[in-house]
C-alpha cells in the first residue's frame, strides 16, 4: 500500500478501535500450491491488546476447515485488510476549482503468521464472535443456547491467532485540505445528497482533532 507521511496514522488506539469497530476482513496468502487464495470472515481484537494499549494487536479469527487449508493456514504469513469508513467525494463539494474527484478511506493491513487453536480455543473464539456482534441487541442471543449443536458443527471449523508482524494503517481523508474545505465536504456527506456517508465525515472530523 502506497504510504503518504500525511495520511498514516501510528496511533495504537485508533488502529485498535478501527479493528474492534470494523472486523470484517479479507485474508489474503500466497500458498505454495495453489498460488493466491484470498477469503472473508469475521476477526476480533484479543482482549489484551485492550489490556495492553502499547501491546502489538493480535487478531482472533476462524474459517472452515477446507478453507483453512486451502489457505495452508499457519504454514506461511498471510495479510489481513481491515476496511474502516471510506466513500466517494464529488469536486462539485469543494465549491472551488480546481478539484478532481476523489475516495476518502481509513485501512488497516496486518502481516503475521497465524497460529492454529485447539478445538477447545477455536469453541472459544466461535462464542466471542457471536458475542461481538449480538452484544448491541437490549436481549443478545448467544453461542450457549444451542450449545449441543455447535460443539457438534466447530469440528468443521479452523480457528487462528494472528499476531501482527507488522501493520500498516491509512487514513486519506482530506488532510491536504484546509479547514473551511473540510467542512464543506462533512456537510455534503451528512446531507441527503448521493454517496453521503455520515460516518465518513466523522472520521474526516476526528482526524482533524489529533494533534
Do not use: C
Not at 479469527?61 to 464529488?90: F, I, M
Not at 466461535?126 to 458475542?131: F, G, K, M, Q, R
Amino acid at each position: 500500500m502506497l504510504q503518504q507521511e500525511i495520511f498514516r496514522v501510528d496511533d495504537p488506539g485508533w488502529i485498535r478501535e478501527l479493528a474492534h469497530a470494523h472486523p470484517w476482513a479479507t485474508l489474503i496468502s500466497n500458498t505454495e500450491h495453489g498460488g493466491l487464495v484470498v477469503s472473508h470472515l469475521p476477526v476480533l481484537v484479543e482482549r489484551a491488546a485492550w489490556d495492553d494499549p502499547a501491546g502489538a494487536l493480535t487478531l482472533l479469527g476462524h474459517l472452515a476447515r477446507t478453507d483453512a487449508l486451502e489457505h495452508e493456514l499457519g504454514s506461511h504469513d498471510v495479510a489481513v485488510v481491515l476496511q474502516g469508513p471510506h466513500g466517494y467525494v464529488s469536486p462539485v463539494w469543494y465549491e472551488e476549482t480546481p478539484h478532481v474527484p476523489t475516495w476518502n478511506f481509513t485501512v488497516l493491513h496486518i502481516h503475521g503468521r497465524p497460529e492454529i487453536l485447539a478445538p477447545a480455543e477455536t469453541y472459544d473464539v466461535l462464542s466471542a464472535t457471536v458475542d461481538h456482534f449480538e452484544d448491541r441487541f437490549p436481549e443478545p442471543w448467544r453461542l450457549a443456547r444451542v450449545e449441543d449443536y455447535a460443539h457438534r458443527i466447530a469440528p468443521g471449523v479452523t480457528g487462528f491467532r494472528l499476531p501482527a508482524a507488522t501493520m500498516t494503517a491509512k487514513a486519506k481523508l482530506s488532510q491536504d485540505e484546509p479547514d473551511d474545505v473540510v467542512r464543506r465536504l462533512a456537510k455534503a456527506l451528512e446531507s441527503d445528497q448521493p454517496y453521503a456517508h455520515p460516518q465518513l465525515a466523522r472520521a474526516m472530523r476526528d482526524i482533524r482533532r489529533k494533534p
